[in-house]
């Protein structure tokens, strides 16, 4: 088996960095590590790519990233800054055919409603792309080629949300709490990627504080944080802030397994 390289294809929280509008001092730095697009994943080896959300600025990070194929999208959950770029997969449907996406049972349905012209069969738009749907369950890990994903449940405030382990790679994000025993799938992996919106407490994401010790109860070799606002502040000082083998993560930052 391969190992695999993680391309932060975004990692700011669901307005992006700059916000529109804001005079905030974030908003206005010229340092390219605190320009944050919407939050998504790259996972790719030489014979596999998966992505992980795909919200509305999808177009900008395949183009950048060169990405050229595609097998398939993780989907955490159907909150519009993680899906509202799917309907710019169409070049990868015209070259590759559907394009499967895996979510829970709720959000492939908030999906087909919201993008019913991609998952209907009926009176097709010629020019829209079409999906394969495969409804992920908790506790049931599914194989996308030969790698097997594990599912994650975790609670984003009072919703459910998926992560995703990939070998030693686990993916957590809008998470609030995760519940003892999916913490157990969590442990002994070598690198985690963890949402950390800011240093005050929000009701539906990880704080800094809270990041920090479910850090220290997983343990992990690295951890790379993402989903972060502006009003966390400026990548290279909150890095001053962190533990050894805890990193900001910023767009377009790879690493390898």
Not at 157 to 175: A, K, P
Request: proline letters at 4%; glycine letters at 6%.
């Amino acid at each position: 088996m391969q190992g695999l390289t993680i391309n932060f294809l975004g990692t700011g929280t669901s307005q992006g960095i700059p916000v529109i509008g804001s005079n905030h001092p974030v908003c206005l730095s010229e340092n390219s590590k605190d320009k944050r697009l919407r939050v998504s994943v790259w996972i790719y080896a030489q014979d596999f790519s998966l992505v992980i959300d795909c919200g509305p600025d999808f177009r900008q990070q395949m183009l950048t990233n060169k990405c050229e194929f595609i097998d398939g999208i993780l989907f955490t959950h159907e909150h519009s800054d993680h899906t509202a770029g799917l309907d710019d997969i169409r070049p990868f449907y015209f070259k590759q055919g559907d394009i499967p996406v895996y979510a829970h049972e709720r959000v492939l349905k908030n999906l087909a409603k919201r993008f019913d012209y991609i998952f209907s069969n009926e009176n097709k738009y010629p020019g829209a792309p079409s999906v394969t749907q495969v409804e992920v369950k908790n506790n049931e890990s599914f194989f996308v080629k030969n790698y097997e994903i594990i599912p994650i449940n975790a609670w984003h405030g009072s919703l459910q949300v998926f992560g995703y382990r990939i070998q030693n790679f686990v993916y957590l994000t809008d998470v609030k709490t995760i519940d003892l025993e999916e913490v157990e799938k969590v442990k002994g992996c070598e690198v985690l990627v963890i949402n950390c919106l800011r240093e005050e407490p929000h009701n539906t994401h990880f704080n800094l504080e809270e990041a920090l010790e479910f850090i220290s109860l997983v343990q992990p070799k690295k951890t790379y944080l993402t989903h972060i606002s502006h009003i966390f502040g400026f990548h290279d000082e909150i890095q001053e802030k962190l533990p050894e083998n805890v990193f900001v993560a910023y767009d377009n930052l790879e690493i390898t397994i």
